[in-house]
């Protein structure tokens, strides 16, 4: 989902509430604990009702109906809402509607429609895997795609024996404050999200979400586990506020692999 509009700009605009902004600066090293180099995966627990406020410039705007229209096309499901809303009711109606095979499958389909063939050849082909380009790649995300994940960060980790700038680290997902919801963000985000980008343009990413305080690392170079070995596929959906399940009661939202 981060690479479906690779060739806009953000331009900014982003408004976060000083106390959220407080609360991410604060946040504790709980989340970051490893072992054998993977963050381990908290427990979740039931989500805030404090929303962080977003004020969406017109490139926000513009981005977030862009790929809230593309989802629609691609599973021929339309919906009236606006802005981030529209976003986010076009995806909980792909998670009510399709097992979780077809989610991801939907998804990948919608990027790779989003964005040119042509175009993600020339990446792979152009800039193959290598300390600079997992830099690139992760500065990349934390300029074009904050209208999607919310404030990003890029942050050094071990790889291969060496300190290298190849993680960006989202405080707090707006995608997943929004939707509550465990499986939209494993099926409609972090899965295919890991294949589109490794397949099409030759980057192996593994995103790590924090189901606890809904913080997520995005790790470029790093191979993802195999879906039995992943801990977020392991994890419950929320008990409450969840988006998928209200007035359904349709468990597609489930993160099973």
Request: glycine share 6%; hydrophobic share 35%.
């Amino acid at each position: 989902m981060e690479s479906s509009l690779l060739l806009l700009h953000h331009g900014g605009g982003l408004g976060v509430t000083p106390a959220i902004e407080k609360s991410n600066r604060n946040l504790t090293g709980a989340r970051r604990r490893r072992s054998n180099g993977r963050v381990v995966v908290a427990a979740a627990t039931k989500p805030s009702k404090e929303m962080t406020e977003y004020n969406d410039n017109w490139f926000d705007r513009l981005a977030i109906h862009h790929f809230s229209r593309s989802i629609q096309l691609t599973t021929g499901i339309s919906n009236d809402k606006k802005g981030y809303d529209g976003f986010v009711e076009a995806a909980s109606s792909v998670a009510r509607n399709f097992d979780t095979k077809d989610q991801q499958r939907l998804v990948i389909e919608t990027l790779n429609k989003a964005v040119p063939k042509a175009i993600t050849d020339m990446i792979k082909t152009l800039v193959p895997p290598s300390k600079f380009t997992r830099h690139f790649f992760s500065v990349f995300t934390t300029i074009f795609f904050p209208w999607l994940v919310g404030p990003c960060e890029v942050r050094e980790s071990e790889f291969q024996g060496q300190r290298e700038k190849n993680v960006v680290y989202i405080p707090k997902c707006r995608f997943l404050e929004s939707t509550n919801c465990v499986g939209l963000c494993t099926n409609l985000c972090k899965m295919p999200s890991q294949k589109f980008i490794q397949d099409s343009l030759g980057m192996p990413l593994y995103m790590v979400p924090n189901f606890e305080d809904m913080s997520c690392e995005m790790i470029f170079g790093q191979q993802p586990p195999e879906p039995e070995d992943d801990p977020a596929l392991k994890q419950p959906c929320y008990k409450n506020l969840c988006i998928a399940k209200q007035n359904t009661g349709n468990l597609h939202c489930s993160s099973s692999k």
